[in-house]
């Protein structure tokens, strides 16, 4: 009896042990295809961080939405906050590099640094640090060009204006010329305020967002 009982009572625990087993191979691939899915990370202002927007209709939700579309493998993660300024940006990117890991960086940052009058030496030397940390870490980089106002004065527009295409050349990393392209001009694709664009204009901006990104078309169909 009682060698059948003990027969018994190791039988269910090896039964125990092979579902758990089983139980862990099947979670394993999932765990792991979590933490290896490359990523897209966003770092921008109040144009990337849906201001003023229902959540979910900003344009980062529709390149998520078309990289599902696509069967892409590519998660996004957008760390965009409103107000944001390439020096705020440069004290938060370090930390989202080691966590995040991603495999592409959208740079969408300096339009607030013209309207808080920082010096395009100031902006040139933040958004150069923020390019050549994301090449350090493996990471591919795509700078938004922004323009502003001819109102702040000629020189500052002008050197303004020619500091996105000057860093994508000199870091040799790719370029979207004007964020805003068939949005600038015209006002009703504007909020009330003038300044942050509507939800009529986030399909625009996703299409010059995906424009840009024609170089990393096979990149996304890969993890």
């Not at 027969?7 to 290896?36: E, R």
């Not at 300024?85 to 960086?105: A, F």
């Not at 204006?161 to 600038?184: C, D, M, S, T």
Request: net charge positive; charged share 20%.
């Amino acid at each position: 009896m009682i060698q059948t009982h003990w027969s018994h009572v190791i039988s269910k625990k090896l039964i125990a042990i092979h579902m758990a087993c089983a139980l862990f191979c099947l979670v394993i691939p999932f765990v792991t295809q979590a933490q290896t899915n490359p990523v897209i990370l966003v770092l921008g202002d109040s144009l990337s961080a849906e201001y003023g927007l229902a959540r979910g209709t900003g344009w980062v939700r529709l390149l998520e939405d078309q990289l599902r579309k696509d069967g892409s493998p590519w998660a996004v993660f957008n760390a965009s906050i409103s107000g944001e300024t390439s020096s705020g940006g440069l004290s938060r990117l370090p930390k989202l590099l080691e966590q995040k890991k991603p495999g592409i960086v959208f740079l969408e940052l300096g339009a607030n640094d013209a309207l808080r009058g920082l010096s395009i030496q100031e902006s040139d030397k933040n958004l150069r640090k923020m390019i050549q940390m994301s090449k350090a870490s493996g990471a591919k980089v795509l700078l938004f060009g922004m323009q502003i106002p001819p109102n702040y004065g000629q020189d500052y527009t002008k050197q303004f204006q020619e500091l996105f295409p000057k860093l994508a050349r000199q870091e040799k990393i790719e370029l979207l010329p004007f964020f805003l392209e068939g949005v600038a001009a015209d006002l009703s694709l504007f909020q009330a305020d003038r300044i942050h664009p509507n939800e009529k204009a986030q399909s625009i901006l996703f299409k010059n967002v995906w424009g840009a990104m024609a170089p990393y078309q096979n990149l996304l169909k890969s993890k």
